[in-house]
């Protein structure tokens, strides 16, 4: 390990991003900021480059680069905009370390260039994995880079695979808070309005993956994407709801043994163990008092009221560019809610029929997985014009 850790966030402006730069901050000794890149949000942005001064500093829409360099210029930081800003970001030969935090498909190219280049990624932006878990696997291990999850069940489960033989885990219990609608009627979900949606019990996180948490696709997301970072089939990865969102995720054991990894529901955790590992340092954030702790409850999901689930076991099962289609469809219908246009349950409506009409291809090129992306954007997009029920 360095003696001073040089990271690069992808989406520094976003929930993940920022929480990031907060645990960067409490550690001015041992990390630097070495490149930022964000989306649109430039005010926040420049913020974020004033106060903690990368080499590099892009944003994805180009018609922002004006402001930006006038913020970057006189402070000797290089300003970029759109896709090359995004790469330059992602493989700054500096950089010990990758934050994968930008939100949804956009993602992707970024987080796969950051592999090719060698770096050790910490991965938050699940939905690279989901659509192509099989191309980052690949360039992952023809480059020698490390994949470190962000997700807080999945660094549970990297913490608790720590040392463990694989060929003695039986399998993976990944948890879930519930969301908001844990205890909702289907007709409560029909009408729910996005600010209900919105409101998640336990974490506070960007609008899409809050969405994803009231519907459980984070969580089928998450059954696509722990397949991949543990190389686990479909059937032993296990789903339960558990409200108290303490225990992150748990693996069973072939001797019955079951292993779980607690801590307060603080991203900063996981992000801290991605930034450090294989170390573990100091934490500077309150500690779980476990004495003070609710009583913990585990229980099954509903599949009937939470359809998102086995829409993602099921794409995962089918296999090639069908995660790809699926988690495109659930990115359109959850724009579509959030701006109104799409009721509650029309997400999980419209990923079926997009599912129904995928022509799945092998997801062993980008080219196949653009296309899969772009035609199940498109169609879902065609559905929620015409509404979900023609
Ligand atoms: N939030 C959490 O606690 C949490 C936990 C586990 C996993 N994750 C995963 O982490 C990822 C980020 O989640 P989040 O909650 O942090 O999302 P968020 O708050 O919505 O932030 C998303 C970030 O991505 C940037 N972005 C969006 N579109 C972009 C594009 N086309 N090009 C470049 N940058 C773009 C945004 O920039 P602008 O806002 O400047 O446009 C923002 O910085 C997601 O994949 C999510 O599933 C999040």
């Known amino acids: 390990m360095p003696e001073r850790i040089s990271v690069a966030i992808l989406g520094s402006t976003g929930s993940v ?72 970001v992602a493989t700054h030969p500096d950089a010990d370390r990758v934050v994968s935090a930008i939100v949804g498909a956009a993602g992707l190219g970024p987080t796969l260039a950051a592999l090719q280049a060698r770096k050790t990624v910490a991965l938050a932006n699940k939905e690279s994995l989901v659509i192509a878990g099989e191309l980052m696997l690949r360039e992952a291990e023809r480059n020698n880079a490390l994949l470190l999850p962000v997700d807080s069940e999945h660094s549970a489960l990297h913490q608790c695979l720590r040392g463990e033989r694989r060929e003695e885990v039986r399998r993976l219990i990944l948890t879930a808070s519930g969301g908001p609608f844990r205890q909702s009627s289907l007709e409560e979900m029909e009408a729910a309005l996005p600010e209900q949606a919105l409101r998640h019990p336990t974490w506070e996180m960007g609008p899409k993956i809050t969405i994803d948490s009231a519907t459980l696709m984070n969580k089928g997301l998450e059954i696509i994407e722990a397949h991949w970072l543990f190389g686990m089939e479909s059937a032993r990865i296990q789903v339960l709801l558990h409200p108290q969102s303490l225990v992150h995720s748990m693996v069973e054991m072939r001797d019955g043994s079951v292993i779980c990894q607690m801590g307060t529901a603080d991203m900063r955790g996981p992000i801290l163990y991605a930034l450090t590992y294989p170390d573990r340092w100091e934490s500077p954030f309150p500690r779980l008092d476990l004495a003070a702790t609710p009583p913990l409850e585990f229980l099954n999901p509903d599949l009937r009221r939470f359809p998102c689930l086995e829409l993602a076991r099921g794409a995962l099962e089918i296999g090639g560019t069908a995660p790809a289609a699926l988690n495109a469809a659930n990115e359109v219908a959850v724009g579509g809610f959030l701006q109104g246009r799409a009721r509650f349950l029309d997400i999980p409506r419209t990923i079926e029929k997009v599912l129904e009409e995928h022509q799945p291809a092998p997801a062993d090129s980008l080219t196949n997985i653009l296309h899969a992306d772009e035609t199940a954007r498109r169609r879902a997009e065609q559905i929620l014009m015409k509404g979900v029920a023609a």
Do not use: Y
């Not at 930022?36 to 500093?57: C, M, N, T, W």
């Open 17 to 88: 991003g920022a929480q990031a730069l907060d645990l960067i901050a409490r550690f001015p000794d041992r990390f630097q900021v070495t490149a930022l890149a964000s989306g649109s949000r430039h005010e926040a942005f420049i913020e974020q480059v004033k106060r903690f001064r990368p080499r590099v500093a892009a944003l994805a829409r180009e018609d922002l680069l004006a402001p930006l360099k006038a913020a970057c210029e006189p402070l000797g930081i290089e300003a970029l905009v759109g896709e090359e800003g995004l790469l330059r």
